[in-house]
């Protein structure tokens, strides 16, 4: 999206974003945590045979809450066409260390490029995603 269209976020809200701890349920669990080295999802890429990963979630667009039954419906929807178009993914979950803000349910989805991860979150009304490259690093990608 070039400069222009750009709309401003807020910075706490960024600043939320990269405090966040992503969880990923992977038997066991590991957690992902922005621009910081994650050995154990670098041994899951390995264990995988994959290269790359993002994590994505329908809840609350654009960071404005919804109803929880509703969030669960889009997560639903979000997963089902995941599966629909052949990713396989693990389930997944957002949680702010601090700022009371509720856990998001989400996914990480396996082979996931930057490209995909980007238009995936933008069709599910969000404001970033995390991507995870070959190196296991998590990076937070804003998509407005």
């Known amino acids: 999206m070039p400069p222009s269209e750009r709309i401003f976020m807020d910075p706490a809200t960024i600043r939320a974003y990269r405090e966040t701890d992503y969880i990923v349920h992977a038997g066991p669990d590991f957690v992902l945590r922005i621009d910081q080295p994650c050995a154990a999802l670098a041994t899951y890429y390995t264990r995988r045979h994959i290269a790359a990963g993002c994590v994505i979630t ?7 809450p919804l109803p929880h039954a509703e969030n669960q419906a889009r997560q639903a929807r979000l997963e089902q066409e995941l599966q629909q178009a052949g990713w396989h993914w693990l389930p997944a979950v957002g949680r702010h260390p601090t700022n009371g803000w509720p856990p998001e349910a989400g996914c990480l989805v396996e082979g996931m490029s930057e490209q995909a991860a980007s238009e995936w979150g933008r069709t599910y009304e969000q404001n970033a995603v995390v991507w995870c490259g070959a190196d296991a690093i998590p990076r937070l990608r804003l998509l407005r």
């Open 58 to 64: 329908a809840w609350n667009p654009f960071s404005q």
